[in-house]
């Protein structure tokens, strides 16, 4: 199993690490003794070296027979890091070793820094995953109390900016859907159908700039951009 798709569908561990880097070594050696336990408690496990592209021979040399391994991109490590700053509020760079329990669809639940990983706390952990939203929520607090004022719901904005600031435009588009399904708006949506069209997803970009002007009729760019797409689809009326 080298992908986090084919581990949908249970709780997965996802290591970040470098071959360079003796703690993120030792994580993965850590994960590799407990592999046996793991896979009882049906947690799979994944190690993402974020080395240089040319160290691929000294990724190949330290990874553990028992854990799988995929040596990401640039690209991707990039993208992990921008991850991981999302889920804190001081915008936290990515320290290695990092791990990161998954539910089985994928979302973070938890984060583990440093050498020591804790196998049991892990399973603990993973087993404690599927609980009723309330007992989650008192989890996530640092105390109790009561909330004067609805739960808001993750802003993707922040997110999808930052990816594309970064050039990673696929990813930005997924980031930019989900805040605009989550809190729409006319200046939004119609950066979400620029980016659409310069991808060639032109049906998208099309509801997207259409969106925009239901939103707001005088936003004269939206207007111009949709003009020119329906013109190139052979529109004219």
Avoid: C
Wanted: proline content about 6%; overall charge neutral; cysteine-free.
């Amino acid at each position: 199993t080298r992908s986090i798709t084919a581990l949908a569908g249970r709780p997965a561990l996802l290591l970040f690490w470098r071959s360079d880097v003796a703690a993120a070594r030792a994580a993965l050696d850590a994960i590799a003794r407990s592999r046996t336990r793991f896979d009882t408690a049906g947690i799979g496990v994944l190690a993402i070296a974020l080395d240089d592209a040319a160290q691929a021979a000294s990724v190949k040399a330290a990874a553990p027979a028992q854990v799988p391994v995929v040596h990401a991109s640039r690209e991707q490590g990039l993208l992990w890091a921008i991850v991981h700053r999302s889920l804190f509020m001081n915008r936290q760079p990515l320290p290695l070793p990092t791990v990161l329990l998954l539910d089985g669809a994928g979302r973070i639940v938890r984060a583990y820094h440093g050498a020591g990983i804790e196998t049991e706390r892990v399973v603990l952990d993973a087993a404690a995953i599927e609980a009723p939203e309330p007992v989650r929520l008192a989890r996530a607090l640092p105390f109790a109390g009561r909330f004067h004022a609805p739960l808001s719901s993750r802003n993707f904005l922040p997110f999808g900016r930052e990816l594309l600031e970064e050039g990673l435009e696929a990813e930005a588009i997924v980031a930019l859907e989900r805040a605009s399904r989550a809190n729409p708006s006319a200046s939004l949506l119609y950066r979400l159908g620029t980016l659409l069209t310069k991808v060639g997803q032109v049906p998208r970009a099309r509801a997207a700039f259409e969106g925009a002007l239901a939103l707001d009729p005088t936003v004269a760019e939206a207007h111009n951009d949709l003009g020119t797409l329906l013109a190139q689809e052979g529109d004219l009326d």
